[in-house]
């Protein structure tokens, strides 16, 4: 069955680093790839998609890849403030194409 | 505003119970769909519907029922709860299912069985 790892947990970075995430996923080739921003007692919000054919998308201090030979996407957030402490979520559609199926997230943590 | 909004925010309740929750959107998005998100943060898929039809069923219990009286809602009902239930219950919508359109979710429900 697929299975989608976030290898950290947690990730504590200063302020004005770049913070990187990763996603690995086995048993499948999804056509895109999600990422999602959680804050506690809220739900996820939508960030990012690239699709399998795309190497590199970017938003604002946001960076995505994908690559489809190592099964990985990156998450980049490049300047981290404060205000991105969260947890991010990495999800793909399923093998049936009906619905999203989500990392474990990692929460990341930027100190001032 | 046009949002995914799910009722109630809190919901305590004894075992046993039947209670159900509520989401509409007011996005014009074809699929809805419940997820549960446990203590650990994990957030699994339970139902989806696209034009008033159930597309998948993620080996949830059958004390969990969605209702879906039209394309803009989509409730959850469930019977006998078990301590088991707690959680939090996040409703959600897209576009398409399989499109690539990002989701929607509401606030979430945290249910409490006592």
């Known amino acids: 069955s697929q299975k989608i790892e976030q290898n950290s947990e947690a990730l504590n970075i200063q302020e004005g680093k770049t913070a990187t995430l990763t996603c690995n996923y086995t048993?499948?080739?999804?056509?895109?790839l999600q990422w999602y921003r959680q804050d506690p007692g809220r739900g996820p919000v939508f960030l990012l998609l690239?699709?399998?054919?795309?190497k590199e998308k970017r938003k604002e201090r946001l960076k995505v890849t994908f690559d489809t030979t190592l099964k990985q996407s990156l998450f980049h957030i490049t300047a981290s403030q404060p205000a991105d402490s969260a947890t991010y979520l990495c999800?793909?559609?399923?093998?049936?194409?009906?619905?999203?199926?989500f990392g474990k997230g990692t929460t990341l943590s930027v100190s001032s | 505003d046009t949002a995914v909004s799910q009722t109630p925010k809190y919901l305590v309740t004894q075992m046993g119970n039947d209670k159900s929750i509520k989401c509409e959107q007011n996005?014009?998005?074809?699929?809805m769909y419940w997820y549960k998100q446990d203590s650990k943060k994990f957030l699994k898929i339970m139902f989806s519907y696209n034009n008033k039809e159930l597309i998948i069923n993620e080996t949830v219990p059958n004390r969990f029922s969605p209702k879906s009286p039209d394309k803009a809602h989509l409730n959850l009902h469930i019977n006998s709860l078990e301590l088991g239930d707690s959680a939090v219950y996040f409703c959600?919508?897209?576009?398409?299912?399989?499109?690539?359109?990002?989701?929607?979710f509401g606030s979430g429900t945290r249910l409490t069985v006592v």
């Open positions: 048993n499948y080739s999804p056509a895109y």
């Open positions: 996005l014009g998005h074809d699929t």
């Open positions: 690239i699709r399998e054919n795309e």
């Open positions: 999800a793909l559609i399923n093998q049936a194409g009906t619905a999203l199926i």
């Open positions: 959600a919508s897209s576009q398409d299912a399989g499109e690539g359109y990002g989701y929607t």
